[in-house]
């Protein structure tokens, strides 16, 4: 409440007693009227400008803030949304990878094969038909639920680099090493040493078993030898020739997750290993991580794990 003052009545009539007692001036003989100082002139004004509502230049500035706010919070907001998706793909592979040690527990130690996993994985193509999962050894094993066989950062990938929907019915390969009979190919045939058995696996926490695989050849990363998906299974070729096999443009991990500065050739992946656990690698570790112990001492005998 602000002051009152006081003046003499002048030749103005005399301020009724009721309104002097509701000011709480009422003390105030009848010689006397109140006048408004400037606090209270000035209290007024502000409430007059709460009437009258913002102006147009106070609207602006409050938007222009909230515009800044928005743009600082957006790069954080769109790194924790790629971490949510890459986290359910990584719980899916964990769920596969979960699904194919029951396979083998119930199977004599043999893992499914890379090429029946899926049905008619040998088809080009095969990750887009949805009748493969059916199909596959693996689907009574994931309770035949096919939105464990797919990743969203990979649907967004395909749509981004086609431009156009496309049906995915699975977004995860298998290492081609697990191929009942061994893994033939005419170069880099490890059939002889490695049978893709559970039992041959000396250090589980090291191999690959399922992991994600782009869907082209990104310009640029031909030194990670990245074929485009063709199938569900993933074959890294010879391990004695780490940078080709054959002069084949070989296959390897994904990098289409949290990709730096956006360059989805140096991405990442997941991969599930056959202990079961399941972490974040680079396309350039494609070889280390998915070639069987036994078969990297094939080639170097005196290889002492580190």
């Not at 009942?180 to 191999?207: C, E, H, I, M, N």
Request: net charge positive; hydrophobic share 40%; charged share 20%.
């Amino acid at each position: 409440m602000g002051t009152v003052s006081v003046r003499p009545r002048g030749s103005g009539s005399a301020w009724p007693a009721a309104v002097r007692a509701r000011m709480g001036i009422a003390g105030l003989h009848d010689g006397m009227e109140p006048t408004m100082t400037a606090t209270m002139m000035s209290a007024a004004a502000a409430r007059d400008r709460l009437r009258r509502g913002f102006t147009l230049i106070e609207l602006l500035v409050v938007v222009a803030v909230i515009g800044v706010l928005v743009a600082m919070l957006m790069p954080t907001l769109a790194s924790v949304r790629n971490k949510a998706v890459m986290l359910r793909c990584k719980q899916s592979l964990g769920t596969i990878s979960a699904a194919a040690m029951v396979y083998a527990s119930e199977n004599k130690g043999q893992f499914p094969s890379a090429n029946a996993w899926v049905g008619s994985n040998n088809m080009p193509f095969c990750w887009q038909d949805i009748r493969n999962l059916t199909n596959g050894t693996m689907w009574k094993y994931l309770g035949q639920e096919p939105r464990v066989y797919q990743c969203d950062a990979f649907a967004k990938m395909v749509r981004e680099r086609r431009k156009t929907a496309v049906t995915i019915a699975s977004s995860y390969v298998m290492n081609q090493y697990f191929t009942w009979g061994g893994w033939k190919r005419t170069t880099g045939d490890d059939s002889d040493v490695f049978k893709g058995s559970r039992g041959q696996v000396l250090f589980p926490a090291r191999l690959g078993l399922f992991t994600e695989q782009n869907i082209r050849e990104f310009a640029g990363s031909t030194k990670y030898y990245n074929r485009y998906m063709e199938d569900l299974a993933l074959g890294v070729g010879s391990y004695a020739n780490p940078a080709s096999d054959a002069g084949d443009i070989l296959e390897a991990l994904g990098s289409f997750h949290e990709p730096p500065g956006g360059d989805i050739a140096e991405g990442f992946c997941n991969v599930a290993f056959c202990d079961g656990h399941v972490d974040r690698h680079h396309p350039r570790e494609s070889k280390e991580i998915m070639t069987p112990e036994v078969v990297k001492r094939k080639y170097f005998p005196a290889r002492i794990p580190k």
